[in-house]
């Protein structure tokens, strides 16, 4: 499995208030995390870097997961624990008031993709001949065009945009919306924050993940095109790779 994580503070914010990574449980298994903080006098940062963290942390000493069903159960218990503290932080440090992140995270393990998020941060998934996005924005912006009132062309130059309909962190309680999906040999999965998706398309995108297969080569090429075309927000994106684990010896084909 090749797994990457790319930050960029891109070309006008004065500091990164995204973070995430790739971690690893006890048992080599994968999580991934993307978070893009917002709110509290700039404390955007303290907010997704707490949620990073955590969950880093929760992850590195947890034993192996046996099946989705106990990934899916671990993240929402995960989700849950990080909204408490960043909501307390929060109350408790004046200067981090009302300040919260987006986050999506997944966890892989031999042939199935668990994904959670909330906000408006991005999971895709991409095989060889299709690119869909497997999220639902939290958005304004989508709740519109999920009533009909404006099309997906009309969001993207919509003034409200950016607005997330919730986040981590910023109330007593959160809910994520999580999924299970089946993984095949080399699907590759994209984690990524609005300051990319604001500057490509999901076309360019797919163009630039089939133009390489140098992950890190790719991502670079997506954070360089975000910032040529203003880079007005942080970009950071997580790509890996699947790749099925071999049959170990003795076990039956």
């Known amino acids: 499995m090749k797994a990457h994580f790319l930050t960029d503070r891109g070309q006008v914010r004065s500091h990164n208030e995204d973070s995430g990574g790739v971690f690893y449980?006890?048992?080599g298994q994968v999580l991934a995390i993307i978070a893009d903080g917002m709110g509290g006098h700039q404390a955007g940062d303290v907010a997704s870097?707490?949620?990073?963290?955590?969950?880093?942390?929760?992850?590195e000493q947890t034993e192996q997961v046996p099946s989705p069903d106990v990934a899916e159960t671990w993240v929402q218990?995960?989700?849950l624990e990080a909204n408490t503290a960043i909501f307390q932080y929060a109350h408790e440090h004046e200067a981090c008031y009302g300040m919260g992140t987006t986050?999506?995270?997944?966890?892989?393990l031999e042939e199935t993709l668990t994904i959670a998020h909330i906000g408006d941060s991005r999971a895709y998934m991409i095989t060889n001949e299709t690119m869909k996005q497997i999220t639902e924005d939290h958005s304004f912006v989508n709740a519109l065009i999920q009533s009909g009132q404006i099309s997906k062309?009309?969001?993207?130059?919509?003034?409200?945009?950016?607005?997330?309909?919730?986040?981590?962190g910023t109330e007593e309680t959160v809910t994520c919306d999580v999924r299970t999906l089946?993984?095949?040999?080399?699907?590759l999965l994209l984690l990524c924050t609005d300051g990319l998706t604001d500057k490509l398309s999901d076309e360019e995108?797919?163009?630039?993940?089939?133009?390489?297969?140098?992950?890190?080569?790719v991502g670079q090429k997506m954070v360089q095109l975000a910032n040529e075309r203003g880079g007005e927000d942080n970009i950071s994106l997580v790509l890996i790779q699947h790749d099925k684990p071999e049959e170990r010896a003795g076990e039956p084909l």
Do not use: F
């Open 205 to 217: 995108i797919y163009t630039i993940v089939c133009s390489d297969t140098d992950l890190y080569q």
């Open 153 to 168: 062309e009309e969001a993207t130059y919509h003034p409200r945009k950016n607005v997330v309909l919730k986040a981590l």
């Open 49 to 59: 870097q707490m949620a990073t963290k955590l969950l880093q942390k929760k992850w």
């Open 25 to 27: 449980n006890s048992g």
């Open 103 to 108: 986050i999506v995270i997944a966890i892989i």
């Open 77 to 79: 218990a995960a989700v």
């Open 182 to 187: 089946s993984l095949e040999q080399n699907d």
